[in-house]
């Protein structure tokens, strides 16, 4: 069995934005040298999201639109008492996930012709990290 | 170790449909000859879910009604601005997931009494598929 | 390639109830001596959900009282017509996932500053089961 862990920095300048990191991902799982297996792929914060979906900007747009209407930037969250302003960055989190799996086939991201990869940063302007690992064969 | 992919090819007679897919999963298993491991259940397109609940009409039902009320669909997305009208789908994806990991132990999904694994398509009536990778030993 | 499966046994006082569980999992992960690898942690039931986020008691309200904003507790839930009347429960579990992945990296839990892991109850007050399985080397 194989494994090989990296973890990816952000430092995003908005408070909010998504970054597409399918490339950078593809990349770990070559220098792994697995060829069969799993690349997980997981925030480690807990006001940011993994998710895979289409790199199309004006979904994209409709994505934050959607997420501030389900999870909204409000006062009011009982978590604001604790000194933060994130509540709805911690909600947004819990709908998005901050993690996915993604299989390892050939040596390749066995991803749809649409699939993409994206960190969707919901509290940003610091730095934050993903890990990365890779595990097969 | 042991690995094992395939791919489910699926093609609904309706836009929206759920299809009931555990015993294929459990053949899969079987068949990879894999007694303890994971086995990823993952949409390869972004219009579509995986996920794990009850094999009850009824719920069914209130599920597809639950998912219209957070992600409706309807025309004023940006996305529809590339020639696209499933905006809605792409949302539903998001909340309901692509996809699920499923134990493997002694050589069966080790799910419990009411756990039943589906295919959610959001845009159908076409060919789409799902990608399933046993890995374990 | 090492791999140890556990079951955790949930029997909450209360209907609706957030356990933390994240040095129960730490604890297997010791006992699995797997060095690098993934722990799946993974409810059993489809009312009740496993989720990674913040251990900050106003936070958890606020969780609470958004699902239940997002998946209310009422009657008229076509589930309901198969004598249940936990509708809701279930839809909670569709948006907060019944799962996470977590990393192993040097025989620990790779997760970030903030994160740890919780049970979600959603229809408690009786015997439930999470599924927490060790695979790695």
Do not use: C
């Not at 194989?2 to 300048?13: A, M």
């Amino acid at each position: 069995m194989k494994s090989l862990t990296e973890y990816l920095w952000f430092d995003t300048e908005k408070k909010k934005e998504i970054v597409h990191i399918t490339e950078t991902i593809r990349a770990i799982v070559a220098k792994s040298d697995v060829s069969e297996g799993f690349v997980l792929v997981s925030a480690m914060h807990i006001t940011a999201a993994v998710y895979v979906n289409d790199l199309e900007d004006g979904l994209i747009e409709d994505i934050w639109e959607w997420l501030e209407g389900l999870a909204p930037y409000k006062s009011g969250y009982r978590h604001h008492m604790s000194g933060e302003d994130n509540g709805d960055a911690h909600l947004k989190n819990l709908i998005m996930h901050h993690q996915v799996l993604v299989p390892v086939t050939k040596g390749d991201l066995d991803l749809g012709p649409w699939q993409r990869i994206f960190y969707a940063e919901f509290d940003g302007q610091r730095r934050k990290r993903v890990v990365v690992k890779v595990l097969g064969e």
